[in-house]
């Protein structure tokens, strides 16, 4: 049920759109057929009398427009495709009735007219609408030339169609703009044969026409939804960041996306977003230094100062160009390392050396007393290489079940009381060993 309904509004739009093609056929049919019939009239080139041809356009004008008005009102999308294909059938009528006004078979370019219509119904109805309705203007049209000709009439009856019931009456009320003028019956039956078969071929060349616009499209229509579900994904992405980051525009520096973790640490509501760009948002300590880095290619500033309610913090800022849809963004994530940089500047104060060993049995991090007194220790090397003998089966700092141990170990010629502390950490298989170490002599 709910897809139907969420289909209803798309079905909806599709009518008014195939409604406003018929419109503009309708309109262009009947401009065509004005200027047609009364620029010859005017110079005299064309002896009709435009009294009930005007008469007859003017009514069935102000009856389509009626008819329009009242079909925009239905709200059902089957009875509001059988009305326009009835009005289209209508439009054809009305072209074969004026046909027979405006000098019929010595006017046969008129029948270019009904093209229009049917061309219309191609582009605008589905189905097999355009057929039917270019069947129905050849079956007006045949009529109109064999109640206006007598020599067709003789000619269709050796062919044995019966067509002595024909309103032969109606011919007195037809133009005739060329009263002497005498076409054989095979050259009416000619046309009306090549007339019939254009006019189906034009309804098939429409309706593929109509078929292939319609398939690009559902295709641009998948695209755009597809691009829309991106676009909110993105948006979704950057909106539950863990870091604070923000999405601007490489230009102007005004925030298109801001994460829920840029709003809380910057102290700021969704709204704020729009009255400044991300200068006035970031109390920096440089900004022009972020401006630069945001105009650039992107980057990084190492370490980046700012201020949030007279605190000061310290954040890693990382920054990653996005180009989308033509327009250049800047994607600007705030990592904060002000707690590490403290933590690292108060080990390195320390006179007492820091190692930390991983699960893996080698060296993770050590402070500027352990650089200085160790030589050879660095990151990555097996802790039995920097902190004891490789021939060794278990080094010292190894605890085993025990949670921490102190002794006194040789290294570097020297005596140092080692305290080893072990940590276990969310996530990590194992535990990191933590030695502390202090130098007992010279």
């Known amino acids: 049920m709910s897809s139907r309904i969420a289909e209803a509004p798309d079905a909806a739009s599709s009518l008014r759109e195939r409604k406003r093609v018929l419109d503009d056929g309708w309109l262009l049919m009947l401009l065509s057929i004005v200027a047609a019939l009364s620029i010859p009239w005017f110079l005299r080139n064309f002896q009709v ?11 069935y004008g102000v009856a389509y427009l009626v008819l329009s008005s ?3 009102r239905l709200r059902a999308p089957r009875v509001k495709v059988i009305a326009l294909s009835a009005m289209q059938v209508g439009a054809v ?3 074969a009735f004026l046909w ?4 019929n078979l010595q006017n ?7 093209a229009l219509p049917v061309v219309a119904a191609g582009c605008a109805l589905p189905g097999a609408r355009p057929g039917i309705l270019a069947a129905i203007a050849v079956a007006c049209v045949t009529l109109v030339a064999l109640v206006n000709a007598p020599q067709l009439r003789w000619y269709v009856g050796q062919l044995g169609i019966p067509v002595d019931r024909f309103p032969v009456a109606l011919a007195h009320a037809a133009a005739q703009p060329f009263p002497g003028l005498d076409m054989p019956a095979s050259y009416l039956f000619l046309m009306l044969v090549t007339f019939s078969v254009l006019l189906f071929a034009v309804a098939l060349l429409s309706h593929s026409v109509a078929l292939l616009v319609r398939d690009l499209q559902g295709r641009l229509d998948a695209s755009a939804r597809a691009l829309t579900d991106a676009h909110t994904l993105a948006a979704e992405v950057i909106r539950v960041a863990a870091k604070p980051t923000a999405l601007v525009y490489t230009d102007t520096l005004n925030v298109a996306q801001a994460s829920a973790s840029f709003l809380q640490r910057m102290e700021l509501l969704p709204e704020s977003l729009q009255e400044k760009n991300l200068l006035g948002l970031v109390d920096f300590d440089y900004p022009e230094v972020v401006a630069e880095m945001i105009a650039a290619q992107g980057g990084e500033v190492p370490v980046a100062l ?4 007279g605190v000061e913090h310290l954040a890693r800022i990382h920054i990653a160009r996005v180009d989308h849809a033509g327009a250049r963004y800047a994607c600007v994530t705030l990592d904060d390392i002000g707690e590490g940089l403290v933590s690292a500047a108060t080990l390195d104060a320390s006179t007492l050396a820091f190692v930390v060993i991983g699960p893996d049995g080698k060296i993770c991090a050590f402070n500027a007393a352990a650089r200085g007194s160790l030589p050879g220790i660095q990151r990555g090397v097996d802790a039995a290489l920097a902190l004891g003998d490789p021939a060794t089966a278990e080094g010292w700092w190894v605890l085993g079940p025990r949670g921490q141990r102190s002794r006194t170990v040789p290294l570097a010629g020297k005596e140092w009381e080692a305290h080893c502390i072990a940590v276990n950490l969310f996530g990590m298989a194992g535990r990191l060993t933590v030695v502390q170490l202090r130098a007992l002599r010279q």
């Not at 009398?49 to 009514?59: Q, S």
């Not at 046969?108 to 009904?114: E, G, Q, T």
């Open 49 to 59: 009398d435009l009294a009930p041809v005007t008469w007859l356009i003017f009514a």
């Open 70 to 72: 009242a079909l925009d």
């Open 93 to 95: 009528v009305f072209l």
């Open 100 to 103: 027979h006004l405006a000098g």
């Open 108 to 114: 046969p370019m008129f029948l270019l007219a009904f």
């Open 306 to 309: 700012y201020r949030v309610g």
